[in-house]
């Protein structure tokens, strides 16, 4: 195979591929433009029944036009005044009668199509308005499913974009908790550096007390021996 042909395989394949992607997308309008089709086709098979249907009515007229024409001659024969036109009588008689065999022929054989048409144009009047109901319901389910699928698409974005922002508002917690945390510690050595400072004030204040204390007592001592 040559590189050109390989070429037009690989393109003719991707052209029928999107094809079949496009038919599937738009299998619902395909349908109905072939329901579409089918309901002209079904109209103008109705016309051509109609005309059937109108040549039977012609052939059953034309058989009684010519019953009482046959009748008409076979009593003309009887009051003939000579065997001449009595002869010319039944000639047209004949005549009519073989007209009427001919013409009730015909008519059982359109009595036959009509009867047969028309039965088969009610199946087929059956059959397209079974399409237009299926295909309705079809389309509302098939309008559903493609509003279901939108939504699930967008639940499961929202349900995306949530986890994200679920973990931002959880980093976002703990940093904040650290935060406190550290700032309680920071207060706990703040409080205790202050108490030390205190207490070192305090133990110097006793030290110097005590240290005055005990030069008033030496003093006091020295007056007595001295006495």
């Known amino acids: 195979m040559s590189f050109f042909s390989r070429i037009s395989n690989v393109f003719k394949a991707k052209a029928e591929s999107t094809i079949a992607s496009a038919e599937k997308e738009n299998a619902i309008e395909l349908v109905k433009l072939e329901i579409v089709d089918d309901s002209k086709a079904v ?3 109705e016309k051509s029944v109609a005309q059937i249907g109108g040549q039977k009515i012609s052939l059953a007229k034309e058989v009684e036009v010519l019953e009482v024409e046959v009748e008409k001659w076979g009593s003309r024969a009887e009051l003939a005044d000579s065997d001449e036109l009595a002869l010319q009588s039944f000639e047209r008689q ?24 028309k039965d088969l144009l009610t199946k087929q009047k059956k059959i397209v308005q ?4 299926q295909i309705s319901v079809l389309e509302s389910r098939h309008q559903a499913a493609k509003l279901n699928k939108k939504m ?8 995306g974009s949530s986890g994200v922002s679920m973990d931002k508002l959880n980093m976002l917690k703990e940093n ?12 706990e050595i703040n409080e205790s550096d202050t108490g030390s400072n205190l207490e070192s004030k305090f133990a110097e204040l006793e030290s110097k007390s005590s240290a005055k204390d005990k030069l008033a007592a030496m003093k006091a001592k020295r007056k007595k021996t001295k006495k």
Do not use: C, G, P
């Open 94 to 117: 004949e005549e009519a009668e073989e007209n009427l065999k001919i013409t009730k022929t015909n008519l059982v054989a359109r009595t036959k199509d009509w009867d047969k048409y």
């Open 43 to 45: 109209l103008d098979f």
């Open 176 to 187: 904040t908790e650290d935060m406190e945390n550290s700032a309680q510690a920071q207060a």
């Open 130 to 133: 079974q399409k237009k109901r």
């Open 152 to 159: 699930q698409e967008k639940v499961s974005q929202h349900a």
